[in-house]
């Protein structure tokens, strides 16, 4: 009973130093220095790294184009900072038998065409 007390005290000294050691996200500077003209209602999203938060990144996605600041330097009208999101993926045909394994082998050789 004993250890499990000072067990629980030790994890909450630990969260605490944790927490104090930890950056401060509401200082966090959550500007955007150059933003593309947005095709829709454009929605954010910020990442930032290290012990004082001091590396963001951006990402935003505006409809099927997601913009990322790769380089964090806040531009995100750099060419590559937008990619596109692909409309189809291909869809593998996977014969199976009753007991959910792909048929033979022949059945897996045609597991690896896929379907448009």
Wanted: charged share 20%; with cysteine.
């Amino acid at each position: 009973m004993r250890m499990t007390a000072l067990g629980v005290v030790a994890a909450g000294v630990l969260i605490c130093v944790g927490a104090a050691s930890a950056a401060d996200l509401v200082r966090v500077d959550r500007t955007i220095m150059k933003e593309p003209a947005y095709q829709a209602k454009p929605k954010y999203c910020l990442l930032v790294f290290g012990p004082e938060a001091k590396h963001r990144v951006w990402l935003v996605m505006d409809g099927d184009t997601l913009y990322v600041d790769k380089n964090g330097n806040g531009d995100l009208t750099e060419a590559a900072s937008a990619s596109r999101r692909r409309t189809s993926m291909p869809v593998p045909i996977l014969p199976m038998n009753a007991t959910g394994r792909l048929k033979s082998a022949i059945s897996r050789s045609a597991a690896l065409r896929t379907r448009a």
